[in-house]
């Protein structure tokens, strides 16, 4: 192998050392910054990770190769795949990044609807619940049934036997929003049985 080979080889090894950084940043973005809903795992953040960076190497590299050949004529076919595919798994990061931060303002639209619905619930219940009810106003307990609209709150009594819930529906003026709903608890309404 030639001298000038070597060099290029040794110059256009940064596809799997930038894989492996790079899908380890990606899963780190996507546990903290999830692309979609409120929460991802970090291991299902890797897999996704890892997976999308070899699609992509695989799928687009040989033709982002031939694209890097042409500005840089003298670059050697393999080379240039090699920096094709590191360019590509730092494009997906980025897109993680962007999605990440996206979607933040989404999550926390929905914490602050989940909060105003909360609100709105114990108000109700401290004022229209029996005694025994609003002894655990704290410790309420929330189902999602359309987010971010309509949630159902149950308050347990003091035994922790019976419920007193509400249905919330804050597209509703803040004193017709909520209306109660009945004494099963959101466990048996997510199981299909309240």
Known sequence: MSLTRLRWRLRGAWLW?????????????????????DSATWVGGWLLA???NLLAIAMLGRAGGRVVRRLRGDMPAVVARNYAGALLTLVITLGFL????????????????LRDAVARAEAY????????????????DTYVVQEPVIYRVCAADVSGGRYYCVVVNRSQPFGRSV?????E????LAQGQG
């Open 185 to 188: 608890s959101n466990a048996l």
């Open 17 to 37: 050392p930038s894989f492996l950084v790079l899908s380890l940043a990606d899963a780190t973005i996507v546990h903290e910054l999830p692309p979609a809903g």
């Open 125 to 140: 219940i401290g004022t229209h619940a029996p005694a025994s009810f609003q002894v655990g106003l704290r410790e309420l």
């Open 179 to 183: 209306h109660y709903s009945g004494a």
């Open 50 to 52: 890892s997976v999308l």
């Open 98 to 113: 962007g999605a990440g931060l996206l979607n933040q303002a989404t999550v926390q639209a929905d914490h602050a609807a």
